[in-house]
Structures are given as C-alpha cells and as structure tokens.
C-alpha cells in the first residue's frame, strides 16, 4: 500500500485544496496519509533532504510527485502502479 505524505504551511492558500484532494481520494483508492507542516523540525527536515521548495508537495512513498494539487487520474495511475 502506498503511503502518501502531504507537506504543507498554515500560510499556504493552496494547501487545503491538496489536502482535501488526498482526502476524498481515500474513499477510492486505498493508501496511508499523512500531513506534515513543513514549519516544524519534522517537516523542514524533510523539506531538506528532498530539495523542495514549494507546498504543497506530496510525496508517496518518500518520493516528491507532486507540487500543488494533483491531477486526480494521474494520481490514481501512480498509486495502483505501486500497489
């Protein structure tokens, strides 16, 4: 099962819209979810080690796939491609 991670700021106007596209796709696609404020140590850390520089940004299975929010039948492919 892929594990989707969201990265996201309090501050970003873009970030709830991302957050309730992975959200309503729990209810077709099985996946783990998780958000991480990219303000706190956790975050900035991963921020970090991947290079990014925008949020939202959602990683699945540690890997940046997207920046903003995504595409949904895109989203979809990548997620049963690892299932």
Avoid: H
Avoid at 16 to 44: C, H, N, Q
């Amino acid at each position: 099962m892929a594990n989707v991670t969201v990265l996201y700021a309090q501050w970003c106007p873009s970030c709830p819209s991302a957050k309730s596209f992975w959200k309503r796709l729990m209810e077709e696609v099985s996946f783990e979810y998780e958000e991480i404020d990219i303000d706190t140590p956790r975050g900035r850390e991963i921020a970090k080690s991947q290079n990014l520089t925008s949020v939202p940004t959602t990683l699945i299975n540690g890997r940046a796939y997207f920046v903003g929010t995504p595409e949904k039948e895109r989203a979809i492919t990548i997620l049963k491609s690892l299932e």
